[in-house]
């Protein structure tokens, strides 16, 4: 898959990726490029998905931007790594079977700093182990994705050296009883060019099931 890295010093305003996502979407729709990751960073941002509701933004002065994608509200900003893999897809639609995908290359990634994760049963994304103390599950990686014309939008949200004090202004995902980890909070000191660095791979790994073959692609 061809890499749109969009990570530098100054944080990316959200809709400007937006803007980039949805017209490189249209050419690999089209069959006119290759498959695409855009990695990116963006200035502090609050989304909200298909399945929000009001009560999961109790702030009413919280300024948010309502998308197209699947899930509830989140929030993005400096040292979160999103990554928009924008993917023709070949075959069977499957978006479970997809964010699936997602989570195992993220899975993948963790494990490689010595970080365990799991799956939480009719939640997406990649959560911490159990607590035994019996404290809230903590989700490192948010995901929220949308098929249309067979091609992908949107992608994940790994939470890298994010300040997590910014997710208390609303319901992360419209979980109540549920929390938000750091790479950094579990002693993971790695920039997010790095970190997009060593997922890249078991993205590839993941998503090669779903993609169309090379040969059908003009821009491939």
Request: a negative charge; proline letters at 6%; glycine letters at 8%.
């Amino acid at each position: 898959m061809h890499v749109e890295n969009l990570l530098s010093q100054s944080p990316s305003r959200y809709l400007d990726v937006d803007q980039h996502q949805r017209a490189l979407h249209a050419e690999i729709a089209a069959g006119e490029r290759g498959d695409t990751v855009i990695y990116s960073e963006f200035a502090p941002v609050y989304t909200a998905g298909s399945r929000t509701d009001d009560a999961d933004i109790p702030d009413p002065d919280v300024p948010v931007v309502r998308i197209d994608r699947g899930g509830s509200v989140t929030y993005h900003g400096p040292g979160q790594l999103v990554a928009y893999p924008l993917v023709k897809v070949h075959g069977r639609q499957d978006v479970v079977a997809y964010v699936r995908a997602l989570e195992a290359a993220v899975m993948a990634l963790a494990a490689e700093y010595g970080v365990e994760t799991r799956r939480v049963e009719g939640r997406t994304g990649v959560w911490l182990p159990e607590d035994p103390s019996g404290a809230p599950d903590r989700k490192l990686c948010a995901i929220g994705v949308r098929f249309a014309k067979r091609t992908t939008m949107h992608g994940l949200a790994l939470n890298v050296s994010t300040d997590l004090d910014d997710f208390d202004r609303i319901v992360p995902c419209g979980l109540r009883d549920a929390g938000v980890v750091s790479l950094r909070d579990l002693g993971v000191a790695a920039s997010l060019d790095e970190v997009a660095d060593r997922l890249h791979p078991h993205l590839e790994r993941e998503l090669a099931r779903f993609r169309t073959p090379a040969d059908a692609v003009t821009g491939a």
